[in-house]
């Protein structure tokens, strides 16, 4: 990792406007998997490798489906009573759901939990920009900062530009499209996430000095090291890291129901229930099958026994636009050549 990178002490998510009545222990993080197809074939991604099984890993071959208009309202009642966070992903690109902005405009304006999504970009356009503007935090992959190793890391369907139109220049469109969102005074707060493995290390660097000026103060890029995602992908940069899962209050719903406590389960293999049969997650999460599951987790069985790095976040770092104060109240600065 480059040694010009520095932590950024204050994360976004501890900035979190709980009121009175919440507790954060009491609260969860739920990830809502509206898809698990994806249009791009990122090679750091299990989606690279579908179906097919890397020597000693994991495989990634769950059925692809698209979240239904029934589960999707159960989901956010849900929401409603137990989430202090909503993040929109998991293992597919959210705008490939033919009912996305319907989706997002079901959510109550005055919804008590914040706002995520995870998307490639590929899919935004002027019109959909619209809808994004209501979520607290957008992050958007972008990992490089030229075309020729981008479309070696990120292989996959066209790109659309701002009128919907397919573009065959499919990083410098994706680039464009962010630039643009960028400049728009409504936007919101935006990560840029690049995800670092021995493909792309070489440019970190100069990607976060191409963009680190583009951002407004309530921006930033995001440098993460590579994940295993349950023990499924091998890359040089992944190292040993306790597992999170255990203490934390993550449920992670995929687009047919079904539920994980893992937030990396890309088969939904710790399957502790399903939410559009029991429709109250409290069932779920105080319940048999949960508890089993945290047992085997904290032990290691299962698919636990081929991931060795878990949710490792200790090579993250933040770089906030010219003039946050993040950073204990220091305007963040561009990184020096």
Partial sequence: MNKLIKKMPQKLLEQIPYTKS??????????????NNCNFRCVYCPHSIYRKKVDGSNQF??????MSEELW?????????YASIIMIGFFGE???????QSFIRMIPATRPYILHINTNWSLVTKENMETLKCFDLVRISLDTSNASLW???CPGGPVLDLNGVPSKDRHNMVAEKIEYWLQLKDHSPTRLVCVVSSINEHDVERHVSLWHPKLSPRDHVQTKTILSYGGVMRDSHMSKYPCIIPSSKYLTVAWNGDCTPCNLDV????NVGNLCEETDMKKIVNGKRWKQAISDIKRKQGICMNC?????RSEDREYWGVGSVQNNGDACKPLKK
Avoid: C, M
């Fill in 22 to 35: 919440w507790s954060v222990r009491q609260k969860w993080l739920i990830q809502p998997e509206l898809t």
């Fill in 94 to 100: 959210p705008l490939l759901h033919p009912k996305f």
């Fill in 151 to 153: 479309e070696r890391l």
């Fill in 308 to 312: 060795l790095d878990a949710n490792n």
């Fill in 73 to 81: 309202d159960i989901v956010l009642r849900n929401a409603a009573k």
């Fill in 61 to 66: 071959n769950r059925e692809k489906g698209y």
């Fill in 267 to 270: 088969n939904i293999a710790w």
